[in-house]
């Protein structure tokens, strides 16, 4: 098993930014593919970004160049710098991590952008 935990959500004005975290514990060894993603009320869960254990990033296009995607493998921890926010961006994301083919997922934590 593997345990995603994140933080870092909350409330912030349009034009602000926000760090999210997600650590991992447990049966973490083989973790490739982590990323994070986003649900925002009544709709479906969306890919924000993804990143490879070699460091290969993927993004969507509604947060290309606001958003970025890191790792450290030596604590564990996945981030998501979250910068020029925009009310659409109000949701709750998702911590995601692949240890081979099989899926982990977070409890997730509210980001919530004010116009």
């Known amino acids: 098993q593997v345990q995603l935990v994140e933080s870092g959500g909350g409330l912030v004005q349009a034009g602000g930014s926000l760090r999210l975290s997600c650590a991992a514990s447990?049966?973490?060894?083989?973790?490739?593919?982590m990323g994070w993603y986003r649900q925002a009320p009544g709709k479906q869960r969306d890919l924000v970004a993804t990143i490879t254990s070699g460091g290969s990033r993927n993004y969507a296009d509604s947060v290309k160049g606001r958003f970025t995607i890191s790792r450290d493998n030596a604590k564990n921890t996945l981030y998501l710098q979250m910068n020029s926010l925009k009310p659409e961006d109000t949701a709750v994301y998702y911590c995601n991590a692949y240890r081979g083919w099989i899926p982990y997922w977070g409890q997730g934590t509210q980001v919530t952008v004010s116009s």
């Open positions: 447990g049966n973490i060894f083989n973790i490739n593919t």
